[in-house]
């Protein structure tokens, strides 16, 4: 991923019933996987620390709707081990990063929640506050930050610059970084 200059990669990971969209976002510190179950409304993130080790415990709540989506029952003898899950999932991830699969601010806008404008995924470019006497709001950062990462998120929150959305997906525009 860094020789191909790719920061956020998505590619996709098949485990018990479930597939998932798995990003791996390395623009900020520490770097995030974040599972997407593709055919249910859930995901989870996790961080991944410095030699990339991941606390492999999660939250009850996440434990439960995991074991869900994977179509695990309870078993009292031999109960459900993320540990054992993450084993799997580590021994499927790529080893070859493609340019075609960095992940694009609409594949993660399927896992994340906004309150500003959540059915506005697509990027369409950039907007200069300092000229219009306006200010960013902090909603648009917070948006910026999720979908676009934090190289992007710091350079609109220095330079006064507000990302902008369409929900019409033929009137996206590729990313290219705020100036």
């Known amino acids: 991923m860094r020789s191909q200059s790719i920061d956020r ?3 996709e990971f098949k485990s018990g019933k479930a597939i998932f969209d798995v990003f791996f976002f390395t623009d900020g510190a520490p770097f995030i996987l974040l599972f997407g179950v ?16 991941i606390d492999h415990k999660l939250e ?12 695990l029952e ?4 031999k109960p459900f081990s993320p540990c054992d899950f993450f084993t799997e999932f580590n ?12 992940a694009m601010a609409h594949d993660v806008a399927q896992y994340k929640r906004f309150v500003e404008e959540i059915n506005k995924i697509y990027f369409f470019g950039w907007r200069d506050n300092e000229k219009r006497k306006t ?3 902090q909603s648009n950062l917070d948006k910026t930050r999720s979908l ?17 959305w369409t929900d019409q997906k033929e009137a996206a525009v590729a990313y290219s970084s705020p100036k």
């Open 74 to 77: 309870f078993n009292k003898e």
């Open 38 to 53: 593709k055919s249910e409304n859930f995901s989870f993130e996790i961080e991944v620390a410095n030699g990339f080790i």
């Open 148 to 164: 676009l990462g934090e190289k992007a998120y710091k350079i609109c929150k220095e330079k006064n610059i507000s990302s902008c």
């Open 135 to 137: 200010n960013v709001q």
């Open 9 to 11: 990669y998505k590619f």
């Open 60 to 71: 009850h709540d996440i434990y439960k709707k995991l074991c869900e989506v994977l179509g």
């Open 91 to 102: 021994s499927k991830i790529p080893e070859q990063a493609f340019p075609h699969q960095r």
